[in-house]
């Protein structure tokens, strides 16, 4: 219950950020528009995304449908599997075909009908494919941005990355209550949360054709990709899109969770605080990167700056054995990766016109899903292999972030001295 309740006061606070940037950077009703149906988009997702598993593998007696833990883990795979596979071609389909919101309203209708499969008839079958339904919703999230990003200046590319990151956030904090509602009791009812968001998703689907959509009439060419991959910038972080998704992914809630309740007897309390702990960092981060320190310092300086924050968590999850100090350092994982990924996310649109734009972001979110499928398995992976030395999976992701931060500084000071 108090998980619910700081959900609420979340939501009060993000509304009010919100209102906030709504006036200060006078978002239009298109604007408005986007980032509520995105809210909405991914409401739908995040309420059934956190209990496939727990549904999968639970007993039949609490609720789930005692397939085990291996089954589970096979299952909700798919989600990351997809991504790697459609990322890339929806964007240079998009180009194509000059049309963007159709990619949305198939990814929401494809929620629904397996969503429909589930509660009629939970399996394996369903199951995996309903993950597979979140996982192109999730690649759809890259298109939102895109769309959100054209109905501003091409200079403020990092901007509208910034504002549109607390809608998924907002989303979190939204689930939560429901979430509750169906696996309060000792018998969950998993059925009751696919059915809320069966009932989002088909509200979202007929808001969805009230988005203006694309403006950009360029036809997609070979030239274009090109082009795209001859910036030498867009590749660097292209590079440490990858570094970064792997990192992050593998430092995840769950993993987290069991790390720290496996080898630092974190109490339960704390254990439920770090979703919480991890995203209230994340929105604080997504916020100020676009709005203040890419316009500040550049985005380059920014990353970097970005950076420091994971290698801090890392470096500190290496080395203790309080899980105190590990309870709060969670937060700087938190502020880090949503720091590094808005910078990212701009650099794979600020580079290029918005012409450019379907080409560089298919790119960038093609790498983006390499680390997002492997982390978590190379986690479990290394963390089998080095059972008896648990903490030197930090080390190995500290080696990354080190290396990715390094090849960012000589980025910088390279490019300073060709400026010279």
């Known amino acids: 219950m108090n998980k619910i309740i700081f959900s609420i006061i979340m939501v009060a606070i993000i509304l009010l950020i919100i209102i906030i940037l709504s006036k200060k950077y006078k978002l239009n009703k298109n604007q408005q528009i986007i980032?509520?149906?995105?809210?909405?988009?991914w409401t739908s997702v995040t309420i059934i995304r956190e209990y496939r598993k727990i549904y999968i593998a639970g007993s039949i007696a609490t609720g789930g449908l005692g397939l085990g833990i291996?089954?589970?883990s096979s299952i909700t795979s798919a989600y990351g599997l997809v991504s790697v596979f459609i990322r890339m071609p929806v964007f240079f389909l998009t180009d194509i075909l000059k049309k963007r919101k159709i990619f949305i309203q198939i990814a929401l209708g494809l929620i629904?009908?397996?969503g429909i499969f589930v509660v009629i008839k939970p399996s394996i079958t369903t199951l995996y494919l309903s993950s597979i339904a979140m996982g192109v919703c999730a690649s759809m999230l890259a298109i939102f941005n895109l769309i959100f990003s054209e109905t501003f200046k091409e200079s403020e590319a990092y901007v509208s990355a910034s504002i549109l990151s607390v809608a998924p956030l907002l989303s979190e904090f939204i689930a939560a209550p429901i979430q509750y509602l169906g696996t309060y009791k000792d018998v969950k009812n998993y059925s009751l949360l696919w059915i809320v968001s069966i009932a989002i998703a088909i509200i979202t689907l007929m808001l969805s054709f009230k988005i203006e959509d694309s403006s950009n009439k360029e036809t997609f060419s070979l030239s274009k990709v090109k082009f795209v991959i001859s910036n030498k910038k867009f590749?660097?972080?292209?590079f440490v899109g990858v570094m970064i998704s792997f990192v992050k992914f593998s430092t995840s809630v769950n993993n987290m969770v069991y790390y720290n309740k496996t080898y630092l007897?974190?109490?339960?309390?704390?254990?439920?605080?770090?979703g919480p702990l991890f995203s209230g960092p994340q929105l604080i981060a997504s916020v100020l990167i676009g709005t203040y320190f890419n316009k500040k310092f550049g985005i380059e300086k920014t990353l970097i700056?970005?950076?420091s924050f994971l290698v801090a968590f890392n470096l500190t999850m290496l080395f203790t054995k309080n899980y105190i100090v590990a309870f709060i350092a969670y937060s700087l994982n938190g502020f880090g990766y949503g720091a590094t990924y808005i910078s990212l996310l701009s650099m794979a649109m600020a580079f290029f016109k918005k012409e450019y734009r379907n080409i560089s972001m298919g790119i960038y979110q093609g790498f983006f899903a390499f680390g997002i499928f492997f982390g978590d398995r190379i986690y479990v992976l290394v963390s089998g292999v080095l059972n008896d030395k648990p903490r030197m999976i930090f080390l190995i992701l500290l080696t990354i972030?080190?290396?990715?931060?390094l090849i960012s500084i000589f980025s910088l000071l390279f490019r300073k001295k060709m400026l010279k």
């Open 265 to 274: 007897d974190m109490p339960p309390l704390l254990l439920a605080y770090l």
């Open 112 to 114: 629904i009908i397996t």
């Open 35 to 41: 980032f509520w149906i995105l809210v909405l988009f």
């Open 305 to 307: 700056f970005a950076l």
């Open 401 to 405: 972030l080190i290396f990715s931060m």
């Open 70 to 72: 291996i089954v589970a």
């Open 235 to 238: 590749l660097f972080a292209c």
